[in-house]
């Protein structure tokens, strides 16, 4: 998220009595946002700052692991299978906010309460409880949450797996027409993803036939993402193609090389060398 971009559209919607009640920075590919100065801003237009860091689970910023909320009022992780550590399914939701907490431990459970601080009636006796709220079953199963603690565990070393075969990337690399995932100085990113872009200026192919002559070589490179404004139900609501330029030409360059911790140094290799090949 451009910090200069945001800070201009908020002094702009300010002015005509717009301003956003949220601001959802996502941290793509494990790479955090500059969330002090967003934070900083979120005081100044007086808006929640939510960081989306699904792809940031076990990164840091500014010596702070991401998730500490330093510098936000809420962060949310995904377990999603392909994300670093998995409960087959759903996430987690941190807070410093007291508040924030207490409304989020009601919504996940149909909005109800025995705390006697929110009740309205007088809780009779330990079977008592309240519903205050229209809330949800957000409840992580027993199953998948003794399934992401035992993963936790390992997160740190499936992190720094992570980070190595990246810097290998880095390396091995430098020397081809791409553009290499960026890592700001106060950050040390997660890598979940390692999204390179094409110089398509440099080479003789389109993004397409890269992406296809990878494939048919037998790696699973894909594309992330699709502009979220270029989609159907978006379109509907009155986005439309242009409305974001640097998202669009990020996305016609972008292809995202495989990063997992099971990846070994042989594989990785085999990768650069078909890579080397295609973009020759």
């Known amino acids: 998220m451009s910090i200069s971009e945001l800070e201009a559209k908020l002094f702009k919607k300010k002015k005509t009595g717009h301003l956003p009640k949220i601001v959802i920075p996502v941290h793509f590919a494990g ?64 807070t410093n906010n007291e508040n924030l907490y207490q409304k989020l431990i009601r919504l996940r459970t149909h909005g ?37 603690c035992s993963q936790m565990l390992r997160l740190n070393a499936f992190v720094e797996r992570r980070r190595r075969l990246a810097k290998r990337y880095d390396a091995l690399l430098k020397s081809l027409p791409l553009v290499l995932p960026y890592q700001h100085p106060d950050s040390n990113s997660a890598f979940h993803l390692y999204p390179v872009r094409l110089k398509l200026n440099e080479i003789s192919k389109s993004r397409e036939q890269v992406f296809d002559e990878l494939r048919k070589a037998g790696i699973g490179v894909n594309v992330h993402y699709i502009p979220v404004h270029t989609q159907p139900f978006y379109q509907r609501l009155g986005f439309k193609t242009g409305d974001f330029p640097v998202a669009e030409g990020y996305y016609q360059e972008a292809i995202s090389l495989p990063l997992y911790y099971d990846l070994t140094d042989d594989n990785q290799d085999f990768v650069i060398s078909i890579a080397s090949k295609v973009l020759a």
């Open 112 to 148: 109800i309460t025995k705390n006697t601080e929110f009740t309205q009636g007088k809780v009779l006796g330990a079977w008592c409880y309240e519903q205050i709220e229209l809330g949800f079953n957000y409840r992580l199963t027993d199953i998948q949450a003794a399934l992401g």
């Open 31 to 94: 790479q955090s946002c500059e969330m002090e100065q967003i934070y900083s801003l979120s005081k100044k237009y007086d808006f929640i700052a939510i960081e989306d860091a699904c792809h940031a689970l076990g990164g840091s910023y500014k010596e702070s692991k991401i998730g500490s909320c330093k510098f936000s009022d809420i962060t949310v992780f995904s377990f999603h299978p392909v994300k670093t550590i998995t409960t087959g399914e759903g996430g987690m939701v941190l």
